[in-house]
């Protein structure tokens, strides 16, 4: 029955609980008064019960009459004030200290012990620094913060955020890949991650440098994005701020040999070849590969149209169709629609590519078509900027990652490579 049942007797109050508190300020003892009236054979009786703690526990008695519940009330709060239960033995100043802490705790409606396990807690926590300066910072801070997530839900609101500015697929993809190998060993809310773990983590990956760069850049890109959706402090650096990108070695890109790409080039299936050679002699990423047309190719402009919904970064990009790549693709002129229908992924085609290689004794190299095209394409005309708007990189990365991999001679031999040549190797 709701204690604020009203009860008909005029000698007691309207509405109950009624609190009863007997003693000095800070040291009062209090007890509640309830109506819980019972029903015996469809007649209701008056009934009271007295509650209070006592050490913690609660303690209920029940009475028949208000007057005695009242009394009852009365005495127990008393000698809750008194420190029969609660505070035997305290002396004068203990008693003044606990009474002091109680009224402090009162605007808070915080129990004593409560407010002593949590100060126990913090001190245990922040080590040499006070409470009082750990509040401060958090103010400063802290407060920034309105919105707790794990990193599993903040990688979905960010994939989310991504599609609705417009990004790549590209860029979607790495992001949703990079992090969720994170995620896989970091589920929990994104504060408690620390720049340990993120490192412990990186070291952990079984990758070159480059790629080990890739995937920290990645999660810095998360946390960041954390930051400014307010689930971590927005003036201060993140966890994966504090972590660093490893150096690369020089040259680490792998090329084909003119060699190499005659083998996998000379009688490879017709529903394959128009694929290897794109990617020998155009430098397209797969992805792109996978979504241009026959269309795309200006057999009569000597030019290869990428158009925005292509290409990685989003921008037009023309790459000139180079002769001895327009020999290859001259008797598929006729093709229409999707130069790769064939395969349902770049993965898929890749794994083509990987095994063709493996079928003339060659050794595959991840990315090395690409690494190959702006290689010897950079060798041959010595221009980084004209090199890099093909590729579609920057002219930083053209020139940190690929210059002097291979000579000019080198390259002319590797745009010499037409069926022509082929034929007669």
Known sequence: MPSSLKH??????????????????GLKGSSKIYFTPVRVKGEQYGSYTVAYYNLGKRVRERFSSYPKAKAYAEEKAIQLSGGEMAAVGLKNEDQRIYGGAIEKLKPHNVELDFAVREYAQARELLGEVSVLDAVKFYRLHGLTVTQK?????????????????????????????????????????????????????LRSLEVGPRTRNNYRDSVQNFFHFAREEGYLPKDRPTAADATKRIKCASGENAVFTVSEITLMLKDAP?????????????????????????????????????????TKTKQRRIVPL????????????????????????????????????????????????????????????????????????SPRVIQKEYLELVTEAEAQKWFAVSPITISHA
């Not at 026959?294 to 292509?310: G, P, S």
Request: hydrophobic fraction near 40%.
């Open 149 to 201: 997530g794990t990193t599993t839900e903040i990688l979905q609101a960010m994939l989310q955020n991504l599609k609705v500015d417009g990004r790549s697929e590209y860029h979607q993809r790495d992001i949703k890949r990079y992090i969720n190998a994170f995620i896989a060993k970091h589920s929990s809310q994104i504060e408690d991650v620390t720049s340990t773990d993120i490192n412990k983590w």
């Open 8 to 25: 008909t007797n005029k000698s007691t109050p309207h509405r109950f609980p009624e609190v009863v508190e007997r003693g000095p300020t």
């Open 322 to 393: 180079l002769p001895n790549l327009k020999l290859w693709l001259e008797p598929y002129r006729a093709e229409t629609g999707l130069i790769a229908q064939r395969w349902a992924s770049a993965e898929s085609l890749t794994k083509s590519w990987s095994r063709r290689a493996k079928q003339v004794g060659v050794v595959y190299k991840k990315n090395g078509m690409r690494n190959s095209y702006i290689s010897y394409r950079l060798a041959s005309i010595k221009n980084v900027a004209q090199v890099a708007l093909e590729a579609g990189n």
């Open 270 to 310: 017709e529903w394959l070849l128009p694929s290897l050679a794109l990617k020998f002699f155009s430098g397209l990423r797969t992805e792109e590969l996978m979504r241009i047309n026959w269309a795309d190719i200006k057999f009569d402009q000597d030019v290869i149209l990428l158009v925005q919904r292509i």
